[in-house]
T-cell receptor, first 113, second 112 residues
Framework: QKEVEQDPGPLSVPEGAIVSLNCTYS??????FMWYRQYSRKGPELLMY????GNKEDGRFTAQVDKSSKYISLFIRDSQPSDSATYLC?????????????FGEGTQLTVNP | EAQVTQNPRYLITVTGKKLTVTCSQN?????MSWYRQDPGLGLRQIYY???????DKGDVPEGYKVSRKEKRNFPLILESPSPNQTSLYFC???????????FGDGTRLSIL
């Protein structure tokens, strides 16, 4: 079983829709949670970074972490065609050595005009 | 501009011909890492380096080598490439091992 599970999609929505992207994880030690966006032929770029449970908002994006359920979400409000990309969740544990990011497989999102 | 630069961006080569993919970062980051990205498998870590002259294996190190002689550079070496190493490769850097990483734009390798 993978440490981080993410539905690969594809997910297709109309412009203006609210998008919900999710990841579940099995390692209760994870402390840091990230969402990356990856456009075609580009590297992943950081969208959201959070340490604790709860919500964090940045413009149209909201990241939600529920440590008790081992579940994280990314919500995109008023989705735009420019949001079409692959979204990857990532998480990590802070250790003195050997820490690393563990990634989900990524969800491919298409926002149709 | 803060960036991670990989070269080449695309390479088609043949089995057994040694190749090196270069990676350079201009953010003075301690930590650098190499990943490969494959459909259905996501991003998998190949090797990482916590500092100059300190490298360690990730999840899929077989068939790869790395070196970290300078803080800014972290080349990935395929001594004898094989077709199963055909993939999209990313270099990344960060100030520490647990926080967000900055990625390069990738190198697409095809080994025939």
């Amino acid at each position: 079983q993978k440490e981080v599970e993410q539905d690969p999609g594809p997910l297709s929505v109309p412009e203006g829709a609210i998008v919900s992207l999710n990841c579940t994880y099995s390692n209760s030690a994870f402390q840091y949670f990230m969402w990356y966006r990856q456009y075609s032929r580009k590297g992943p770029e950081l969208l959201m970074y959070t340490y604790s449970s709860g919500n964090k908002e940045d413009g149209r994006f909201t990241a939600q972490v529920d440590k008790s359920s081992k579940y994280i979400s990314l919500f995109i409000r008023d989705s735009q065609p420019s949001d079409s990309a692959t979204y990857l969740c990532a998480m990590s544990v802070r250790e003195t050595s050997g820490s690393r990011l563990t990634f989900g497989e990524g969800t491919q999102l298409t926002v149709n005009p | 501009e803060a960036q991670v630069t990989q070269n080449p961006r695309y390479l088609i080569t043949v089995t057994g011909k040694k190749l090196t993919v270069t990676c350079s970062q201009n953010m003075n980051h301690e930590y650098m890492s190499w990943y490969r990205q494959d459909p259905g498998l996501g991003l998998r870590q190949i090797y990482y380096s916590m500092n100059v002259e300190v490298t360690d294996k990730g999840d899929v190190p077989e068939g790869y080598k790395v070196s970290r002689k300078e803080k800014r550079n972290f080349p990935l070496i395929l001594e004898s490439p094989s077709p199963n190493q055909t993939s999209l490769y990313f270099c990344a850097s960060s100030p520490n091992t647990w926080g967000p990483q900055h990625f390069g734009d990738g190198t697409r390798l095809s080994i025939l």
